[in-house]
């Protein structure tokens, strides 16, 4: 069975599953790091004169504003059509635009270039969330829906790792540019090797059956009666502020310390960016499911953890660069916990085939969210100075806890509404 032609298919193989996972993660990692190739290359741009700040930011928020609204349709995509194929397209259409921004740096041109990736990426994160929840061997999901919430901060961390000790930024965009087309192979490749171990579901396969037996519930009514839409705004100024603090740090303590240099922002950041890596361990380990079992609940607790860190910060440039540090490591550290509470939250939708439609929609505020973060953030910072970035994320994370209480109830109802075996 050909599977980037099959799109209704699954593996039944846990070992078979876990072999392809270590790919999935792999790839999407590395795509999430091109992705964030102007976040990790901002500072050493604004250092050599490139850009301003506010300049580069607008690349970034530029690829999210178009990227952001296509992930609804790229969801649906993702789960009528074949995610596989789905996957390659990005790949292949994302080395294409970073090879073209290596050789050529002009402003215009590679706003053109990035917002003409964006569209062609929209249906990556879907595809990659429905693979994982819906064609890997069901022993191996949950694992699996876990273990992916470290791809993006692996793939953040090699980005700013990459930025330090690269001689010039643009180099960050061919080493993107192999590693992609590198990956488009080994996804063709993998495909074919695994095509013999996937199987189509049969009749009494239960996500096709429960979502025949839901098929009166629309969409919309689906993710109201379960709170998720409640959850929405939360996203966006949750992501708006891990995503500030991860990319947005080296610049701030750029400008901020006279002593630290563009090079050692990059190297500082990179343990903000591990700390939000130990929030997943620490939250897999410790917190979930021990102590807290509503996912919604965990993402109000999270929340409310991150608002002391938050406070901290704005005495940024006061306290010492070590203070500054700790503080971003905790913003990290809460606000990445919250993204895997939401992730488990939606594989609930699985039972309705409307996991990547989920899975698409958190992804579209959470890009709006680094909109906000990557050219609002900036833009602030060069008006009023990073003081004032701070107390507008205090205000956001406010508002953010806000949804999420007002979430917990049609959450936990709709939980408790369905069966034991998701």
Not at 48 to 72: D, N
Not at 234 to 242: D, K, L, Q
Not at 374 to 382: L, W
């Amino acid at each position: 069975m050909d599977m980037l032609h099959e799109p209704d298919i699954y593996m039944a193989s846990p070992k078979r599953s876990r072999h392809f996972f270590i790919y999935i993660w792999i790839m999407y990692a590395m795509v999430y790091m091109t992705r964030n190739c102007f976040s990790s290359a901002m500072a050493q741009i604004v250092a050599q004169g490139v850009f301003t700040k506010s300049q580069t930011g607008l690349i970034t928020a530029t690829f999210y504003a178009v990227y952001a609204p296509l992930q609804i349709p790229g969801g649906i995509l993702a789960d009528k059509y074949n995610p596989e194929r789905l996957v390659q397209i990005g790949l292949l259409s994302a080395a294409t635009a970073n090879m073209i921004i290596f050789f050529n740096h002009n402003y215009y041109v590679i706003l053109v270039v990035w917002v003409l990736g964006a569209i062609v990426q929209a249906p990556l994160w879907p595809s990659v969330f429905k693979i994982i929840s819906s064609q890997m061997s069901k022993t191996e999901r949950p694992k699996m829906v876990f273990l992916i919430s470290f791809g993006t901060t692996f793939g953040l961390l090699v980005g700013y790792v990459i930025a330090a000790f690269i001689p010039s930024w643009e180099y960050n965009f061919a080493v993107s540019a192999v590693v992609l087309i590198i990956l488009a192979v080994l996804m063709y490749e993998l495909c074919i090797h695994y095509g013999e171990y996937v199987k189509k579901p049969d009749g009494g396969h239960q996500t096709k059956t429960l979502h025949e037996n839901n098929g009166n519930v629309s969409t919309l009514g689906l993710f109201a009666k379960s709170g998720f839409l409640l959850l929405l705004p939360s996203v966006f100024f949750r992501n708006a502020i891990e995503n500030g603090a991860k990319t947005l740090s080296p610049t701030m303590l750029m400008e901020c310390y006279e002593n630290v240099s563009s090079s050692i922002g990059n190297l500082l950041n990179i343990f903000i960016i591990v700390a939000g890596l130990a929030g997943l361990v620490v939250a897999k380990v410790l917190i979930y499911p021990r102590l807290i079992k509503n996912e919604v609940g965990g993402i109000c607790f999270m929340l409310i953890a991150c608002m002391p860190f938050l406070a901290a910060l704005k005495l940024v440039g006061i306290i010492p660069v070590g203070g500054a540090v700790i503080s971003l490591c905790g913003v990290t550290f809460t606000t990445t916990i919250t993204h895997m509470f939401m992730m488990y939250f939606f594989t609930y939708f699985s039972q309705y085939g409307k996991n990547a439609t989920a899975a698409g929609l958190v992804n579209s505020l959470a890009s709006i969210g680094v909109v906000a973060s990557s050219y609002g953030m900036t833009r602030v910072a060069e008006l009023f100075g990073w003081n004032a970035v701070t107390t507008l994320w205090i205000i956001m994370i406010a508002i953010a806890i806000a949804f999420s209480v007002a979430a917990i109830p049609l959450a936990t109802r709709f939980k408790n509404s369905l069966p034991k075996q998701v």
